[in-house]
C-alpha cells in the first residue's frame, strides 16, 4: 500500500533537474509575441486610439485595439458551467474594455515578431480618454450617488447576501449581555506565483489550440468558447507543468484573448506572457475586506446573538463575484455556533485591480477578523483565549445544514489540545504575564475549518482513464491537475492501491488536453485530491474488473478468487501468483483470435463535501518602538483526515504558513490617489521568505473522514487560513495592543503602540 | 450520411496554409543534433573508432559509437508483437554496429549543439575497419562457401517458403503441354516520401518521449522497447503529421537510436533527422527480385502446372524478413488458379541498404513477374493476352484456403471489361497490329488483387475512443494513423454517419501519442479504412447508447423511439427533434447530482481479410532506336468495395499509378562495384514525375465487401501494382520484346531492340 506513506514526488526528477516542460518551454522559435497596452487612468472611456506610428515599427504584425474585439461580456471566474443562468458567473468582461475600469485594463494589444518590437510599439500607441470619477473603497462605492462602475450594478454592487438566523434582535434584548464590538480590515495581496501567466495559441485542425498555465484547463475551454463566441468543442486548452497557481490560474486570465489572437493572425502561434508587473496588476488578487462584528455575550461567555457585516472590495470586474465574501459569511455562524445571527455580506465594484481566488478563497480573512474577535472577547471577559474557545467551538456532531458537513469527532479541541502541548502553552502564558520593556513576547492562537470542494454550490464531479500498457504499467489521466502541490504524487499513490499496482507501474498524464484529457474541473477549493480519489477509486474498479475477466480466462480460476497484488495476479486462497499483470496484458492484447486493449474510464459526481479544521499558534516578539514582529514559533494543527501522503502534506503546510506570515506581517499592494499601484514588484512587495520564518512546525490529527475512499479531505487552501490572526492575538498578548489590519507593520503597529503609551518618547526622540 | 461523398479532407486547410505540424516543428530551439557516421565500407567489422578530434569540436556534446550501445539485437520491421516466438520478427538488428553489412551502415554518432558541429565532427572521426567478402546478389549469396553475412543464417537465408499443390512433377507429364518459361527482375527502389524520416526524443515523467515521422506509433513504442531493453511502458511514441511513407516508415528506422540518444545526455532533447542521402541508403528499400516462372499450359490455355522460384534480396538487415517475398509467392495459385504448384521463394541477405516495406508489398515485383508472363504465354499460344485473361483469371466465387477471402462477385472480368471500353482495346489491337518503322504504339494490361491487412498472419485489431464534447462535437482518437493518404477524413466520415453527426462536428485526433492514443497498429497493409471502420463501428454503438439512455431519461421517450441525427435527438416515429446533442451532453455533464462525461472506447478484433482487385491498362509509343518510352494512357479500374470518398480514393490511384511509372520505366537504385550508391539524391535517381505521366484515368467497380461495415477494402497499394506490367506488355505489344526487368529504360530497351533486328544499324551510326 502506498496511501500514507512519504513516497518521492513523481515530478521531483524532472523539476529538479530543469527539463520539465512548463508552457514557456513548449513555444516554437517562430511565434509571434503579443503585449498588452493597458490604460493609464483608473475609471474612464477609451475615445481613440491612434496606431498609426507604432505599426510602422518593424516586425509588428498588428495592432487590435478594444475596438476591434467582440461586443459581448462573458465570465472569466474557474467555476463550473451552470446550466441554471442565476447560477452562472457575471460576464462583465471584455476580451480588450473601451469603458476602462482599473488603472491597468486592457485597451489594445501588439502582436510582434519579437518583445523588443512589441514594446517599441506600445511606446508608440496614442490613447485619447474621457476621465470618470474613481472608487477605491467597497463602503464608499456602495454609497448613494456614487458613479456606477458596471452599467447593470447598481450602487456598484455585485452580490449582497444575507445570513439571518434566529432572531437577532429579540435576542439582543437578553438581560446582562456584554456587547464586544470591533471592525477589522485586511490588505490587497498578490499571489506571486513563480511563473506569470503564460499563454499560448494556434489554430489546428480547426480548432483554437491554447496552451496555458492555469489551474483549470476544461474550464478555461469554456470560457474561450464564450468569450469567442465559439463551440466549445472547437477550443482546445493544454495544461503541461505549471509554475504556482494560488487561485490566480483558477480565472481564465489571458487564455481568451490570445486564443483570439491567433484567429487575427491566420492561426499562426501567438504568446501571450505578464511580466511580473503586469501579473500585480492585471491578473487577479486577494480581496481586501473590511468586517464589522458585534458579539452579544452572556457572562458565562455563551454567544447570544451575532452581527456581521462584510464589505468586500473586488476591483474593476466581478471575476469569482459575490462567491468569497459568501464563503466569509458562512464562516460565523458555523465555527462558534450561535443561535442569532444577522449577517450581510458585499461585493463591490471598485477602480482597483481584479481580486479573485486566492489560496483560502476568504477565509483568512473571515479568520483574521473573526478570530481577532474572538481574543477581543476574551480580553473583555477576562478569560484566556485558548480556553475560552474550548468552551465555545463546534463541537463534537456538529452538521452544517448547508453543506451536511460533519465535524465526526472533536476535531478542533484535538487540534487545540496539541498545538497548545506542542508550544507549552499554559507554561508561555504565565511567563509572558506582567511584561514591560520595549521588547516583549506573546502567544496567540486561531482556528479555521475548511470545506472540501463546493458541493452543493454547484458541479463536483471528476472523470478518470486508465490505459493499461504491455508491461503492465498504467497511464492515469484526470481532468484534476498537479500545480506544484504534488497532486501527481497522491493521484499516483491512490491509483496505485485501487488497482494493485506497484507504485512505478503508474505513469500519470500529468498534461491535460482538453480534447482526450476526462473531464475535470481543476485545482481549487481544496478538491483534487479528495474529488479525483472517487473517480480513480470507481476506474480502477472497472479496469481490474477487466482484467480479472481476462485472468479467469487464462487461468481458469473464478474471478472472485483473483487479485491484484503488486502487479500480479494471484489466488486469494493461497497467493499463488499466475503471471504479472505485464503478462496478462501482453497475452490479451496480442491474442489474434480475441484482442483487447484494457482501458478504464468512468465519471463520478461527488455529492458530499468535508470538514477539514484546524489552528494555528504563534509566538512573537514585539520590537515596541520599532513596531516589529518577529514570530519565534509558528506551529500549525491540521485535521485533514487521513494523509496521502505525509511528507508532501507538510510540505503544503510549510508553503500555506509562509504565505499567511506575508499576509500578516508585510504584504500588501499600495496605490497612489489615481489609483496606480506603487509596489508591482518582488522588490518592493513585500512577500514573505525564508528569512521571515521561524522553523515552520506541523502536525496532524489524522481522524478518518468517512465520506471518502481513502478517508482524506482537504488540504491545499487550509494552511493560509489560520495563521495571521494566531500572530496578531500573539501581539495581543505581547503588548495589549488589538490590531484590527493587518498586514502588522511598522506603519501600523507604531501609532498604535504609541498611543497606548507604550513608546518612551524620548527613546523615539533618540 | 458521408460516406461515400467527395467531403474534403479533414486536413486540407493546415496542409495547403503550410500550418500543419510536423515533427521538426514540434523540436524545442535548445535541442541537441544527432548525425550519424555511416560505414564507408559494405561488409566488414569495426575495428577501433578513434574520436579524440572529433571532440574537440565546439559544440559537440557527445559521440556514441558501435562499442557503447546494448550488446543485443532486436526487429525494426513494424509488425504486430507475437506472443509465439517463432511468428517473431528477426531481431539481427543492433542500435549501433561493430559488423557492417551495407555501405552506409552506422557505426557512431555525434550529438552535438547544431548540424554543422556535428558534420566537422564526423569528418574527423577515424574508423579502422576489417574487410570481408561482399555479396550483392541474391542468387549468389545463397550459394554454398560464401561468406555468412549473419552469424545465425546459413547459405544467408533469412526465410524460404514452399508453396506445393497438387503433385507437380505428375502434372506435367500430361500430354501436350506447351512449356512457356521466364525469368523476371524488378530493380531496388526506394519511397521517396517528401518528409525524410526524422525523430526528436527528450525524457519526461520516467519515460523516453520520441516524436517522430512514423506509420506505427504504438509498434515503434514496443521496438524502442526492446532495442533499450526497457519496459515497453516506458517509452511514449508520439506521431504528429508525416510527409508520406509508402512503408519506408513502417519500419522503427532510427526511433530507437534517438531514444537511446537521449539517455546519454540526461535526457536532453535529441534531434537525429536523415537527409536525402541517407534516406536513400540508410532506411529501407524495395526488395530487388529475381523470378523464375515455368508454367505448363494445355492447347486451351488452362495452367496444368506451374513452377515458381522466387529470389529477393534483402539487403544487410532483414527487417520484414520473408513476409515480402511469402506475400509474393501467395499470388500466383490465386490469380490464376492453377492445381499443380511448386513454389519456392528465398529471402537472402547481400550487403546492400535494406529492404522493407514498400507500397505493395512484393506485389510490384509479382505481378510485374507474372503478368508479363502471362503476356508471354498468350504469345506462345497466339491468343490475345486480355482475352486469355478473361478466360483464366480467378472466377466468381473463388475462395484462398488461407485467407479465407472470397471473389464474391467477377471483380476481375467487370474491371476489365471497364478497361477495355475506356481505352477501346479491341479498335486499338487491331490498329496497332502490323507497325513498322521507329515510332511504334501498343496497347498492354496487366491484373493485380491485393489482400486487406495481414489476418490470419498477424494479429488485426483496431482500438477507437469518443469523447462527446459540451456542444455535441466529438474527438476520435485511433491509432490508425494518417501518413498523407486522406485517412483522417476516412475516418471522420465513417464516424459521423455511425453516430449521426454532421462532419463538422467530428474532429478526428491526428496525432497519435502512445499514452493517451487507444491502441492501433498503424498504417500498412492498406488496412486501415478496413480495419478502423470496425472500430469505430462498434465505439460509435456504445456512445450512442450512452447518449440514448441520457435522451430517455431527458425526454421519457422508449431509448428503442430514439435516434440520432445530423447531431440531434428525434423520435423516430415521427422525427420530433428533441434537443441538439450539444443541449444533451451539457446537461448531462452539468448535473450536479449525476453528471457525466460521455465518452466509449473499445477494441474490435477483426478475423477476415478482403480480396481487393484491379487492373491496368497502357496505351505506349515506343521510340526504338532511343530506347524511349512514352506512356500515351494509363488506366487503372478498381474494385475496392464501395468508396468513402471518390475524389480521395482517385487521389489514391493517382498516386500509385505515378509511383508504378517510376518503377515501369526509370527509378532504380544504382551501386558501384565496392556497394556504394551512385544516385542517392532526387537529381539522378529518376522518380518519376508529373512530366513523365499521361493524365491519370481512373475507374471503380463498388462491388460493396460483405465483411466490412461499410462495404470497403484495401485501395492503399493496390494502385502500384498492375501499372507496370501492363507498360511492359503495350511494349511487348508495339514491338514484339517482351522485357524481362524493369525499369525498361533506354539501357535495357536498346540492346534487346538492337539484338531483335529492329533498329536500323544505318540510323545508329549516324
Chains 1, 2 share one sequence.
Not at 202 to 228: D, F, M, N, W
Not at 349 to 355: E, F, H, S
Request: aromatic share 8%; net charge negative; hydrophobic share 35%.
Amino acid at each position: 500500500m502506498y496511501v500514507g506513506k512519504n513516497v518521492n514526488r513523481v515530478d521531483a526528477y524532472d523539476k529538479v533537474t530543469g527539463r520539465a516542460r512548463y508552457t514557456e518551454d513548449l513555444i516554437v522559435s517562430n511565434a509571434y509575441t503579443a503585449k498588452i497596452l493597458h490604460s493609464t487612468i483608473a475609471h474612464g472611456k477609451v475615445i481613440s486610439i491612434d496606431t498609426t506610428e507604432a505599426e510602422k515599427v518593424e516586425g509588428v504584425i498588428k495592432i487590435i485595439t478594444c475596438f476591434d474585439v467582440p461586443k459581448h461580456g462573458f465570465p472569466t471566474a474557474g467555476h463550473p458551467w451552470s446550466t441554471d443562468p442565476s447560477n452562472q458567473d457575471k460576464a462583465d468582461r471584455r476580451l480588450l474594455n473601451e469603458h476602462v475600469r482599473y488603472y491597468g485594463d486592457d485597451i489594445a494589444v501588439v502582436i510582434a515578431k519579437d518583445e523588443i518590437a512589441c514594446k517599441q510599439a506600445l511606446e508608440l500607441i496614442v490613447v485619447e480618454y474621457e476621465e470618470y470619477e474613481t472608487i477605491f473603497d467597497p463602503v464608499e462605492s456602495l454609497k448613494e450617488g456614487k458613479i456606477q462602475i458596471h452599467e447593470d450594478s447598481p450602487n456598484n454592487i455585485i452580490g449582497h447576501s444575507k445570513n439571518i438566523r434566529g432572531n437577532f434582535a429579540e435576542a439582543i434584548k437578553e438581560d446582562g449581555l456584554i456587547v464586544v464590538e470591533g471592525w477589522y480590515e485586511t490588505p490587497i495581496v498578490q499571489h506571486c506565483h513563480i511563473e506569470n501567466h503564460i499563454a499560448y495559441a494556434y489554430e489546428e485542425a480547426g480548432k483554437i489550440v491554447v496552451i496555458a498555465s492555469t489551474q483549470i484547463p476544461h474550464i478555461v475551454r469554456r470560457i474561450c468558447g464564450q468569450a469567442l463566441d465559439i463551440p466549445w468543442g472547437k477550443v482546445r486548452i493544454i495544461k503541461p507543468y505549471i509554475g504556482g497557481g494560488f487561485g490566480n490560474k483558477q480565472d481564465a486570465l489571458y487564455e481568451p484573448l490570445c486564443a483570439f489572437l491567433t484567429t487575427q493572425v491566420g492561426g499562426h502561434p501567438v504568446k501571450l506572457e505578464s511580466s511580473r508587473e503586469e501579473t500585480f496588476v492585471s491578473s487577479r488578487t486577494r480581496h481586501s475586506m473590511k468586517f464589522h462584528i458585534v458579539s452579544y455575550i452572556r457572562e458565562d461567555g455563551s454567544f447570544a446573538a451575532r452581527k456581521i457585516e462584510i464589505y468586500s472590495g473586488n476591483g474593476g470586474y466581478a471575476s469569482h463575484g459575490h462567491s468569497v465574501a459568501g464563503k466569509c459569511l458562512g464562516c460565523f455562524h458555523q465555527l462558534y455556533p450561535c443561535e442569532n445571527i444577522e449577517g450581510d455580506a458585499y461585493t463591490v465594484y471598485t477602480n482597483l485591480p481584479v481580486a479573485g481566488a486566492m489560496r483560502g478563497y476568504g477565509i483568512p480573512q473571515a479568520m483574521f477578523a473573526g478570530e481577532s474577535h474572538i481574543d477581543d472577547i476574551a480580553k473583555v471577559l477576562g478569560r484566556d483565549p485558548l480556553e475560552y474557545r474550548l468552551q465555545t467551538i463546534m463541537p463534537k456532531g456538529y452538521e452544517d445544514g448547508f453543506s451536511k458537513n460533519v465535524n465526526y469527532e472533536d476535531s478542533f479541541r484535538e487540534c487545540l489540545k496539541v498545538g497548545m502541548e506542542a508550544i507549552d502553552y499554559n507554561k508561555k502564558v504565565e511567563e509572558y504575564k506582567n511584561q514591560s520593556g520595549n521588547i516583549r513576547r506573546g502567544i496567540g492562537t486561531a482556528v479555521f475549518w475548511y470545506n472540501t470542494g463546493v458541493y452543493p454550490i454547484s458541479l463536483e464531479s471528476s472523470s478518470c482513464r486508465m490505459v493499461l500498457n504491455q508491461d503492465g504499467s498504467i497511464q492515469v489521466q484526470l481532468g484534476e491537475t498537479e500545480i506544484g502541490q504534488g497532486a501527481d504524487t497522491a493521484f499516483s499513490q491512490m491509483t496505485a492501491d485501487a488497482v494493485g499496482l506497484r507504485l512505478k507501474d503508474v505513469h500519470i498524464i500529468s498534461t491535460q488536453d482538453t480534447d482526450v484529457t476526462p473531464f475535470g474541473l481543476g485545482a481549487y477549493a481544496s478538491r483534487q485530491t479528495y474529488m479525483a480519489s472517487f473517480a480513480i477509486t470507481k476506474t480502477a474498479k472497472i479496469l481490474r474488473d477487466k482484467i480479472i475477466e481476462r485472468a479467469y480466462q487464462l487461468t481458469n480460476v473464478t474471478p472472485h478468487n483473483l487479485n491484484i497484488v503488486g502487479g500480479k495476479i494471484i489466488r486469494k486462497t493461497d497467493g499463488k501468483e499466475f503471471m504479472t499483470l505485464g503478462e496478462l496484458a501482453t497475452r490479451t492484447l496480442y491474442r489474434p483470435e480475441d484482442s483487447e486493449y484494457i482501458t478504464a474510464e468512468s465519471t463520478y459526481t461527488i455529492k458530499n463535501n468535508a470538514y477539514s479544521f484546524g489552528c494555528s499558534f504563534a509566538e512573537v516578539e514585539v520590537d515596541i518602538s520599532l513596531g516589529k514582529v518577529k514570530i519565534l514559533r509558528l506551529i500549525n494543527v491540521h485535521d485533514c483526515g487521513n494523509l496521502i501522503n505525509p511528507r508532501l502534506a507538510e510540505a503544503q503546510v510549510h508553503g500555506g504558513m509562509s504565505m499567511a506570515i506575508g499576509f500578516a506581517l508585510s504584504e500588501e499592494l499600495k496605490f497612489n490617489e489615481k489609483g496606480r499601484i506603487l509596489n508591482n514588484n518582488l522588490l518592493d512587495y513585500k512577500l514573505s521568505t525564508t528569512m521571515d520564518h521561524p522553523e515552520l512546525e506541523v502536525y496532524f490529527i489524522e481522524n478518518p473522514e468517512p465520506t471518502s475512499p481513502f478517508k482524506t479531505k482537504s488540504l491545499g487552501e487550509p494552511p493560509t487560513c489560520s495563521p495571521a490572526p494566531a500572530i496578531r492575538n500573539a501581539v495581543l498578548n505581547a503588548t495589549g495592543i488589538g490590531v484590527n489590519q493587518c498586514p502588522l507593520t511598522p506603519h501600523v503597529l507604531y501609532p498604535l503602540f504609541k498611543e497606548a503609551g507604550l513608546i518612551d518618547n524620548q527613546l523615539e526622540v533618540e
